[in-house]
């Protein structure tokens, strides 16, 4: 049996409420258009939300809030205000081999870790890609070796993208690796903290590599702050929020949605729209529909 939800002659049924789909909403709440937003988990926030467990507050992964795009700038600090931002210095290191390498590199740290002659290997591996580079840089295995070398990609890259991913460096695409890693190289990761130290930071940081940002705002109890007050205010303006709502067919008729189907506490739900915006996986978006 199915129930239905509601009707309306315009209705915005949201996929997801995770970053993108509770900005989506948000979006149209300045507009005044209210949406039906279906969350499959118990939270929002998605993978950027914060988890409550005995008073702690524990991020899933870290999430910065640092961008390039003044609108998505101002659209936090709208959001959430400015006093609820906390400017935080950045400090990242890679674990390898028992010693921890700061990040971006700092050439005495590396030197000190990898020895005098190693790190002299590193940077002749790197000069002779510069020389002869890669001949294949699709990948992003060869796409790290150009601006690395080969040595550091050993080194790093290799054992740390696999270890994540899953996945060999050489079957990932370079355009992946290009959006994770843009701009950077041994020369930039060397000479920015170097320039830094000598002229001071950037003031333009449209500028700056994103890899090598100093400091960045940070919600004062993590990424999860952002996207509860996000979802305070849209559902303050008459959207909602439906959660244990898992999406599981997007009807279509004349080219257009016309109804969404939900698995919501085991009954199947039916949510009559006129538009969906979907952030569910796409081989999931592609099999409802």
């Given amino acids: 049996m199915t129930e239905t939800a509601q009707s309306a002659e315009h209705q915005v049924v949201i996929i ?14 300045k507009r005044g258009q209210s949406a039906i937003i279906l969350e499959a988990d118990t939270v929002v926030g998605g993978i950027s939300r914060t988890v409550v467990a005995d008073g702690w ?32 210095p ?22 000190r870790n990898l020895g005098l002659i190693e790190a002299i290997r590193c940077v002749i591996s790197y000069l002779w890609v510069r020389v002869r580079p890669p001949k294949d840089q699709s990948s992003l295995e060869g ?11 050993q080194h790093f890259f290799k054992t740390y993208n696999e270890k994540v991913w899953g996945v060999p460096a050489s079957e990932l695409s370079a355009d ?32 700056q590599i994103t890899s090598l940002i100093e400091e960045f705002n940070y919600p004062k109890y993590g990424p999860g702050q952002m996207w509860e007050k996000c979802a305070e205010i849209v559902t303050d303006a008459g959207s909602t929020i439906t ?40 081989g999931s978006l592609l099999r409802a529909m």
């Avoid at 997801?16 to 709440?29: E, H, I, N, R, V």
């Avoid at 899933?60 to 101002?74: E, L, M, N, Q, S």
Wanted: glycine fraction near 10%; charge should be positive; proline fraction near 5%.
């Fill in 16 to 29: 997801g409420a995770g970053p993108a789909g509770l900005t989506a909403a948000y979006m149209l709440t």
């Fill in 57 to 88: 507050r524990f991020d899933i992964g870290g999430h910065r809030f640092f961008t390039k795009v003044r609108p998505v700038d101002d659209l936090w600090f709208e959001i959430l205000g400015a006093d609820e931002f906390l400017r935080r």
């Fill in 90 to 111: 950045r400090m990242s290191r890679i674990f390898y081999r028992n010693k921890l390498y700061d990040y971006p590199i700092k050439p005495l740290n590396a030197l």
């Fill in 143 to 153: 796409y790290i070796a150009a601006n690395y070398g080969w040595r550091l990609y």
């Fill in 176 to 207: 992946w690796g290009a959006q994770r890693i843009k701009g950077m190289s041994l020369w930039s990761a060397v000479w920015e903290p170097l320039r830094a130290r000598l002229f001071g930071g950037r003031k333009d940081k449209k500028n």
């Fill in 243 to 282: 959660f244990g709502a898992k999406a599981k067919r997007i009807r279509i008729e004349n080219g257009r949605p016309v109804e969404v189907i939900a698995m919501v506490n085991g009954v199947e739900t039916s949510y009559p729209c006129t538009e969906v915006i979907s952030t569910m996986p796409m």
